[in-house]
């Protein structure tokens, strides 16, 4: 999956945008790789992430299958991390997002020092990844770079839609749903925290960044084109 | 997928959260339907939505008393209030679209979720791409446009007539009846996707020449493409040899996925990854 390479944005729009993931790998190290994907998850933890997720379960904001009709005035918005870790029940990929520099850059330094064996990746800006691996003392091993998107691009939506959308790359959260959730902040009937919690209760792997999200709602709130 | 008719009550929610935007509102029935030709079956409906499980009679009545009083009741935009989704049993070829739509879901053919590869993720122990060789993920569909497989298979052809070789471990390749040539399944050509990816390598050397042939071969089909390109880094970690190709070609290179080489082959017996480049 290539879920979190094709965000929309420059460089300076990754600024708070760290994505660390773990990976296990069919045939090389997916054997017993459950309680190093909790261990990931839980050093990723101290580092205050604004989400976590795996990619079997979900992040850490999930929907209901029985939801109570008291939550449209009281509604939980609140990620529960702990959830996450616990639900890791089989060899896939785990994902933690930070906000910040300092705290991708802690993380990827105490990863490498547990040693957990599993392939380590971080999707931000070129540069933003080149410093976590400065910080922790490692050179890069391999890079996919994201060139964007092409070919019939008069489909896309604007980019204040396609900026929040793309923060689920499977596409699991609509550009529709993005517009609207934009539009709703536009009108004042919700703010950009509580929109951003929508939107990611449908990131069916936990990479969504509500922060990033808040941010860029509340950029596209006094937008008038 | 579906949607019980008896239980929606036409609040119109999931009209917006469709990825596809293939669920309205039927102004006969007055119930939400899904066009079935669009519908990729990713399940963002189902999944993605929290439900109630109120009484349809009850809310159908307390909208007509809310609309004939031209109040607006603001719910959670993510609720269906009546639970009306119901997935169905999925069928070849149409559980295709589920694989290749619904993240939660691992492909059969490589057992990783999402779009069913590991790419440049697990190079530092699958040696997939090699020193002097360039990876490409040529993924279609994405953001929110979807694509069908005959398209996926305009680009394959191409791709095969230029001779390149296509990612065993990719789903896309698992479902050609003949790699050489690049051709799909012929009952799966009408089948749509949220996104897929086709997964080639080549020497560093024809990268510029796959681009060119991308950008070709995309102006004929009919969605967007994302690309992306692996490559292996030197021992310094610096990368001096694919990204000036790639901006020599008119790329701006702002995002990455980078892989720092923390992982090790821990299976018992699993063969160490093979560095071997690709022959021109």
Redo the contacts between chains.
């Keep these: 999956?290539?879920?979190?390479?094709?965000?929309?944005?420059?460089?300076q729009s990754?600024r708070d945008d760290y994505i660390v993931?773990a990976?296990a790998?069919?045939?090389?190290?997916?054997?017993?790789a459950v309680p190093r994907l909790k261990k990931f998850l839980e050093i990723a933890l101290q580092y205050k992430p604004v989400n976590l997720g795996d990619?079997?379960?979900?992040g850490a904001l999930r929907?209901?299958?029985?939801?109570?009709?008291l939550?449209?005035w009281n509604?939980n918005d609140k990620p529960d991390f702990e959830m996450v870790i616990a639900g890791v029940d089989v060899a896939?990929?785990c994902a933690a997002v930070f906000d910040n520099l300092e705290a991708a850059e802690a993380c990827?330094k105490a990863?490498?020092e547990a040693?957990?064996?599993?392939?380590?990746?971080?999707?931000?800006?070129?540069q933003g990844?080149?410093e976590?691996?400065k910080a922790?003392g490692?050179?890069?091993?391999?890079?996919?770079?994201?060139?964007?998107?092409?070919?019939?691009?008069e489909?896309?939506?604007n980019s204040d839609v396609?900026k929040v959308?793309?923060m689920c790359?499977?596409?699991?959260?609509?550009?529709?749903?993005a517009k609207?959730?934009i539009d709703?902040v536009k009108e004042g009937?919700r703010t950009p925290k509580q929109a951003s919690a929508?939107l990611a209760?449908?990131c069916?792997?936990g990479v969504f960044n509500p922060s990033r999200s808040t941010r860029l709602l509340e950029e596209a709130r006094g937008r008038t084109k | 997928m579906r949607i019980n008719p008896d239980k929606c009550v036409a609040c119109g929610n999931c009209t917006y959260v469709c990825p596809m935007g293939a669920i309205y509102i039927d102004p006969v029935i007055k119930r939400a339907t899904i066009d079935r030709d669009e519908c990729v079956e990713c399940y963002a409906c189902y999944n993605g939505m929290s439900q109630e499980h109120l009484n349809p009679t009850l809310v159908r009545g307390m909208r007509k008393i809310f609309q004939l009083m031209r109040l607006r009741f603001d719910p959670e935009p993510d609720v269906c209030p009546t639970a009306s989704f119901e997935p169905d049993e999925l069928t070849w070829p149409r559980v295709v679209r589920r694989a290749f739509s619904d993240p939660r879901v691992p492909h059969e053919s490589t057992g990783v979720e999402g779009r069913g590869t590991e790419e440049v993720k697990t190079n530092d122990i699958s040696g997939r791409v090699g020193v002097g060789e360039v990876g490409f993920t040529i993924e279609f569909g994405r953001p929110g446009v979807g694509v069908w497989m005959r398209d996926i298979q305009q680009m394959s052809w191409a791709l095969a007539d230029a001779n390149v070789s296509f990612e065993k471990k990719n789903p896309i390749t698992s479902l050609m009846t003949d790699v050489k040539t690049g051709t799909l399944r012929e009952d799966i050509l009408n089948e749509k996707v949220m996104s897929a990816i086709l997964e080639v390598k080549v020497p560093v050397e024809r990268a510029e020449e796959v681009v060119r042939l991308v950008w070709e071969v995309e102006k004929r089909i009919d969605t967007v493409v994302a690309l992306g390109v692996g490559t292996r880094c030197e021992v310094d970690g610096t990368e001096n040899v694919v990204a000036p190709i790639l901006e020599k070609l008119g790329y701006k290179l702002e995002r990455a996925k980078t892989n720092i080489g923390l992982g090790r082959i821990t299976n018992p017996g699993a063969a160490q990854p093979q560095m071997e480049t690709v022959k021109q």
């Excluded at chain 1, 999956?1 to 460089?11: I, S």
């Excluded at chain 1, 790998?25 to 017993?32: D, V």
């Excluded at chain 1, 790359?169 to 749903?177: E, N």
């Design positions: 999956m290539t879920n979190t390479l094709h965000r929309f944005g420059d460089a990754f993931f990976i790998s069919r045939g090389k190290n997916e054997i017993n990619a079997r379960h979900g929907s209901s299958k029985s939801l109570n009709p939550a449209h509604r896939t990929t990827t990863v490498r040693d957990l064996g599993l392939s380590i990746n971080i999707s931000t800006s070129i990844a080149q976590c691996c922790a490692i050179c890069r091993h391999s890079a996919g770079y994201s060139l964007g998107f092409e070919g019939k691009t489909y896309l939506p396609l959308a793309t790359g499977h596409g699991m959260i609509s550009t529709s749903l609207k959730m709703w009937r929508v209760r449908f069916s792997c």
